[in-house]
Every structure is written in structure tokens, then in C-alpha cells.
């Protein structure tokens, strides 16, 4: 997640070579990811959609984003 980054709330992920943005809301993905890499994010996702939510507005205001767990 960038500090201050455009609309709509959204990360970025990379894996590899491969890099994608994520919508939080809606889960839409621009960019390319390997479907087993995206499995794994969207479950990620569906866990921490709230965190995700909450450290954007963070990062809207410049604050210090929150510690959000890795997919287990």
C-alpha cells in the first residue's frame, strides 16, 4: 500500500516477475498473477478486508500503517 495513493482503496502485490494491483472492495485485479499466487491473495483478502479498509485511511492521512498478518 503507497502513502497517499489514488482511489479506489487498493495494494500491490508482487510475486516473482508478476505484479498486480488489488481492488479491496471488490477484489478486482489489474495486472498478472499465476492463479495459485491470486488464490492465496484473495483468501488473504477475504481475512483481512477490514484491516486492509483501515490501513488505507491510514496511509491516505500519511499515518503509520498497521501490522496486517500473513496468510497462514
Not at 12 to 21: D, F, P, R, T
Not at 22 to 51: D, N, S, Y
Request: proline letters at 6%; zero cysteines; aromatic letters at 12%.
Amino acid at each position: 500500500m503507497n502513502f497517499k495513493d489514488h482511489s479506489p482503496p487498493h495494494f500491490h502485490v508482487w510475486y516473482g516477475e508478476y505484479k498486480a494491483i488489488v481492488t479491496i472492495k471488490e477484489g478486482i485485479v489489474k495486472g498478472e498473477m499465476p492463479k495459485r499466487a491470486l488464490k492465496m491473495i484473495f483468501e488473504w483478502l477475504e481475512i483481512h478486508r477490514e484491516e486492509l479498509l483501515i490501513d488505507w485511511n491510514l496511509a491516505q492521512k500519511g499515518n503509520k500503517l498497521n501490522k496486517i498478518e500473513p496468510l497462514k
